[in-house]
C-alpha cells in the first residue's frame, strides 16, 4: 500500500519530511512538478501521516495505490 503527491518546488530544491505515526519514515528531495512516492506501507490500516515541508514547496493532490 502506497501514498502518493504531487510536489513541486519552483526555484529549487527543498525537502519534505515525512513522519508515519510520529516516527522518521523519509525524507523527499522534491524539484519539479510530479507525483512523489510519500510512503510504502506492509498491510493497510490506521495511521497518521505527518509532512514538514520547507516554505516555498507546493502540494495538490494525494492518491492511494
Known amino acids: ?30 524539484r519539479a512538478h510530479r507525483l512523489y512516492d510519500v510512503a510504502r506501507l506492509p498491510r493497510a490500516g490506521t495511521h497518521l501521516l505527518t509532512l514538514r515541508m520547507q516554505r516555498g514547496t507546493e502540494a495538490y493532490a494525494f492518491t492511494f495505490g
Open 1 to 30: 500500500h502506497r501514498v502518493f503527491l504531487v510536489l513541486g518546488s519552483p526555484g529549487g530544491e527543498r525537502s519534505v519530511q515525512v513522519r508515519l505515526d510520529g516516527r522518521p519514515h523519509r525524507r523527499l528531495r522534491v
